[in-house]
């Protein structure tokens, strides 16, 4: 069948060289290391004309989709990783009469081989498309394509004849792999008002999708405030609270007047500024948006994270002093005497050197956090943690009245310190639960992370009451009224946890702790239900709020076709805090629970199980190049071939043969909205 399609599609390319044809199509080679080369294929589209992504439609109607062939390399080259595509974008079609996938003005193909001849000088190609405008389409076109690997190499004269011959012998070209679901890709920087077309359409036609970058951007909203928040937490610490008053008093007794006064301590915020957002994307270029979500959920990187954290906290309850080296703060501060903009940023860099001890930590908690959500968001949490900092040194300056009113410096801030060590350790406990999570090795349940947790707490509310003393305090004879306030709720939060230890779901701090089922009494003490007893399908495990669940696909879709009933698709990850906390707070709700035990089928895929797969069963990924391994990895790797997202949870809705139905959705807090797209997935 494969042979007959090729050979229908040479028929048409020969067939239809009068035809009107809006594209011109070009290659590139770019050679990289160990005869490795990017074959870099583009079309340059007329104005009010498309081509079509690599892909079809989630419903399979439409279009048909770009195609890549290589011909005469059995053995020659192998293909690496996916065939990328860059400008393509979703919008309303009037041909197709919904969104489909598809390029304006310019498509760029890139697809990674290995040369395994040495001798292969040229590779031959051919790129099979449709066109389309506003009102018809062109009928499908074969374009013959060669990617020279050295640019002195002879050629063919006509490379349609010799891949019509190739046919003829009945062999089979080897098809370059691409994505099922294309992404939105960014243009072209001259084509901002195009681009801002494209989105407001796509909103427009395609709520779904405008409902997930909608998301998006409260996302990086909350990450900015929550930065913004930690920023203000740094800033009432001993380590930066006393430079306030010392670094403005310096730039107005320094300066000659008091506009240049302003101007210095507002260049000096705004340093402080590029200084931590610099952090930020340093990280997040060094890592990759991709790399930083998936190291989030790294076994040894969580574990490590709660060694760090420890120690940290130990720093800030008092055991000793976390500082980068003396000669740094030395070399910044010799910067900082010569004056001027190259002086104020040394001093800028001086105060993140020798507040050190007291940011370190919240500033490493934070990019971690960032990091879990992926793409810009280390740098929108830089942004906004700096930005808190750098303020008060520009509204003194400009305000130097203020500096009056601040209270003076005293044991409130050793206490904001300690309040930040103990927050540190119960954050600790959290990483250390996500690696005992993803091995499943049971060391640390439900139970025992929350005894930890009470005990944490307990003691931060003992402290703040003034039952307890730490070593850098001195004694104190009374606590202030807003110390006793926080200690009250402090202590109303430990006590809230208590019934956690016989069962209760604990919503307000769903998502931190292990899920319900991942205790030694998964149903509250004294209650116990085997999976044993139960009449389980084969595969099949109960998962949270007893919901009968599949963690293998193939398992799942098979029950799917046997019972006729659609199939909620859940990538999820014993690490990931989002998915619990949907599964704790949404799925509870009595709608969205009758839907998941009646309507579905669920199949929850784990994209952190470190469970080997069998020899015979590991495979090299099309997507990253890399070895799948594990059983993670294996839906790792589905989940990003199928749907380009890293992130978890997603979640899809599938019909019992498997084909989506509709757009995935992802963290999803809003119980309405998740429960609408489920029942609109069901109409489906």
């Not at 004849?161 to 294309?182: G, Q, R």
């Not at 195009?194 to 909608?214: I, L, S």
């Not at 574990?303 to 420890?310: E, K, P, R, S, Y």
Request: overall charge negative; some cysteine.
């Amino acid at each position: 069948m494969k042979k007959l399609l090729f050979a229908v599609i040479a028929l048409i390319s020969l067939q239809l060289t009068a035809q009107q044809d809006p594209t011109s199509w070009s290659t590139e080679v770019k050679k990289g290391s160990d005869q490795e080369y990017e074959l870099i294929t583009t079309a340059v589209i007329e104005p009010g004309w498309h081509v079509y992504s690599q892909t079809t439609s989630p419903e399979n109607r439409g279009p048909i989709p770009t195609t890549l062939s290589f011909y005469e390399v059995e053995e020659q080259i192998e293909l690496l990783g996916i065939n990328e595509e860059t400008g393509s974008y979703r919008e309303y079609s009037p041909v197709w009469e919904f969104p489909v996938y598809q390029f304006s003005d310019t498509a760029v193909f890139k697809q990674k081989i290995k040369v395994l001849d040495t001798e292969l000088t040229y590779i031959l190609a051919e790129v099979f498309f449709m066109t389309c405008d506003e009102e018809r389409c062109l009928r499908p076109k074969g374009v013959p394509l060669i990617f020279k690997l050295d640019p002195n190499a002879a050629v063919p004269p006509n490379v349609a004849d010799v891949i019509e011959t190739y046919l003829d012998e009945e062999k089979d070209p080897i098809l370059a792999m691409a994505p099922e679901v294309s992404s939105f890709q960014v243009k072209e920087p001259h084509q901002k008002e195009e681009v801002q077309k494209d989105q407001d359409a796509k909103k427009k036609n395609d709520p779904e999708v405008a409902d997930q970058e909608d998301k998006k951007d409260r996302s990086l909203w909350t990450i900015f405030i929550v930065a913004f928040l930690s920023g203000f937490a740094a800033l009432l610490t001993p380590c930066v609270f006393p430079m306030i008053p010392l670094t403005v008093s310096f730039f107005t007794k320094q300066s000659k007047n008091r506009a240049k006064a302003i101007s210095n301590a507002i260049l000096y915020g705004v340093f402080i500024i590029v200084i931590y957002v610099l952090l930020g994307t340093v990280v997040t270029a060094i890592f990759g948006s991709e790399s930083l979500n998936q190291l989030s959920t790294n076994v040894y990187f969580n574990v490590a994270f709660f060694l760090i954290l420890v120690i940290f906290a130990a720093s800030f309850l008092g055991a000793f002093e976390i500082t980068l080296p003396q000669s740094w703060a030395n070399k910044a501060d010799e910067k900082a005497n010569k004056g001027g903009i190259v002086g104020i940023f040394f001093m800028a860099l001086a105060l993140a050197i020798v507040s050190f001890s007291c940011t370190g930590p919240i500033v490493g908690s934070l990019i971690v956090e960032a990091a879990s959500k992926g793409g810009l968001a280390p740098v929108i949490g830089m942004l906004g943690f700096s930005l808190a900092i750098a303020l008060p040194f520009a509204l003194f300056a400009i305000f130097p009245g203020w500096l009056n009113s601040l209270p003076k410096s005293g044991g409130w801030l050793t206490t904001v310190k300690v309040v930040l060590g103990f927050l540190e350790l119960a954050l600790a406990f959290k990483f250390l639960s996500a690696a005992d999570l993803v091995f499943q090795t049971h060391y640390l349940e439900r139970e025992v992370f929350l005894a930890l947790w009470i005990a944490i707490f307990g003691g931060l509310a003992l402290y703040l009451l003034g039952k307890i003393n730490m070593p850098h305090h001195g004694p104190e004879s009374s606590i202030s009224v807003g110390r006793l306030f926080l200690g009250l709720i402090v202590l109303t939060f430990t006590i809230y946890m208590i019934p956690g230890l016989w069962g209760a779901p604990l919503k307000i701090i769903s998502g931190f702790p292990p899920p319900l089922n991942y205790a030694e009494a998964p149903y509250g003490v004294g209650y116990t239900k085997l999976e044993a007893n139960l009449e389980l399908p084969e595969g099949a495990h109960l998962t949270v709020h007893d919901i009968t669940a599949f963690h293998d696909y193939e398992q799942g879709r098979a029950y799917a076709q046997k019972v006729n009933k659609p199939i909620l698709l859940d990538f999820t990850g014993w690490a990931c805090v989002n998915c619990r906390k949907m599964e704790e707070r949404v799925w509870s709700e009595p709608a969205i629970l009758t839907m998941l035990k009646t309507d579905f089928v669920l199949i929850s895929l784990y994209v952190d199980d470190k469970n080997k797969l069998p020899k015979e069963q590991q495979y090299r990924s099309e997507v990253t190049g890399k070895k799948v391994r594990t059983i993670g990895d294996k839906w790792m790797e589905f989940q990003k071939k199928n749907y380009q997202v890293a992130a978890q949870p997603l979640y899809v809705i599938k019909d019992k043969d498997g084909n989506d139905k509709g757009q995935p959705i992802a963290y999803t807090p809003e119980a309405d909205r998740y429960e609408a797209w489920l029942r609109k997935g069901l109409e489906k």
